[in-house]
T-cell receptor
């Protein structure tokens, strides 16, 4: 059974810091990994999707890497801003097609 | 391109009552998912449709939850009767047909926040 872990559960940083969010998963037989952002009371916004054959994806200040063999992914946020404050979730998609999510990491960026 | 639509956005009911949620996926997306997100947890898949057919409903509490997707477009998720532990956000997502090689990005709606008192 696939399990996804995100540690820590919460992080508070001053504005301008470069951040690394970690995600680990137990079964390396995945098709892809997605990073999502969730604002309070809102749905999920997809940030980046990495196919299993890829090692990283970039979008603006965000960079996500995938090491399938070790069951790890990191989301790098450059020059954090207060608007980046949200909960970040990672999820993996395996052969059953469903996404298995971690519990998320609540990020607070202080001005 | 219009996103995934859901209604209602909020619902408060008493335990043992029934409730229904509606989802309209992105046009052309054959696959539709319903997830349940309990406070402080990641979303958990309840049911997955591909067109009209059910692909995975292994985590759907079938004694009280039901879902349908008529004509392969809109979908309805029903709870009857509701329990206190059903309080959660119910998220609908859609994607293109699974390719078997890499999968497709899932797009989520805003969710329906259900409170059972």
């Amino acid at each position: 059974k696939q399990e996804v872990t995100q540690i820590p559960a919460a992080l508070s940083v001053p504005e301008g810091e470069n951040l690394v969010l970690n995600c680990s998963f137990t079964d390396s037989a995945i098709y892809n990994l997605q990073w999502f952002r969730q604002d309070p009371g809102k749905g999920l916004t997809s940030l980046l999707l990495i196919q299993s054959s890829q090692r990283e994806q970039t979008s603006g200040r965000l960079n996500a890497s995938l090491d399938k063999s070790s069951g790890r992914s990191t989301l790098y946020i450059a020059a954090s801003q207060p608007g980046d404050s949200a909960t970040y979730l990672c999820a993996v998609q395996g052969g059953s097609e469903k996404l298995v999510f971690g519990k998320g990491m609540k990020l607070t960026v202080n001005p | 391109e219009a996103g995934v639509a859901q209604s209602p956005r909020y619902k408060i009911i008493e335990k043992r009552q029934s409730v229904a949620f509606w989802c309209n996926p992105i046009s052309g997306h054959a696959t539709l998912y319903w997830y349940q997100q309990i406070l402080g947890q990641g979303p958990k898949l309840l049911i997955q449709f591909q067109n009209n057919g059910v692909v995975d409903d292994s985590q759907l509490p079938k004694d009280r939850f039901s879902a349908e997707r008529l004509k392969g477009v809109d979908s309805t998720l029903k709870i009857q009767p509701a329990k206190l532990e059903d309080s959660a956000v119910y998220l609908c997502a859609s994607s293109l047909v699974f390719s078997g090689t890499g999968g497709y990005e899932q797009y989520f709606g805003p969710g329906t926040r259900l409170t059972v008192t």
